[in-house]
Nanobody, 127 residues
């Protein structure tokens, strides 16, 4: 069964760090651009980062640029989101996705077009 499974969310103080992981099952992970979006209560989803099929290209939303780093390990079908200098406004449910863009993303917002999504992991940043 094609699926994505996230882990690594939690509660952290402002200025702290978290690493999210996303493991893929039952599809050729290394052939697809992958990414992360987040959604806070009462807000629209925000595409925050995308990584090309081979990891050679990455894009970020302005809101996280310089603080978040996306990476992938195709040998282990896993993608990561390293989040540093977290702010209270980063509080949201974070989802990993397989994008419709196939191999590369033109922008972070492209991750809002997805065809496989994980169940989400909650990130809460306290002030």
């Amino acid at each position: 069964q094609v699926q994505l499974q996230e882990s690594g969310g939690g509660l952290v103080q402002a200025g702290g760090s978290l690493r999210l992981s996303c493991t893929a099952f039952a599809f050729r992970f290394g052939e697809f651009a992958m990414g992360w979006f987040r959604q806070a209560p009462g807000k629209e989803p925000e595409g925050i980062s995308c990584i090309s099929y081979n990891g050679g290209s990455t894009t970020y939303a302005d809101s996280v640029k310089g603080r978040f780093t996306i990476s992938r390990d195709n040998a282990n079908n896993t993608m990561y989101l390293w989040m540093d200098n977290l702010k209270p406004e980063d509080t949201a449910m974070y989802y990993c996705v397989r994008t419709l863009a196939r191999d590369v993303c033109a922008a972070a917002s492209a991750v809002l077009g997805w065809n496989v999504r994980g169940q989400g992991t909650q990130v809460t940043v306290s002030s």
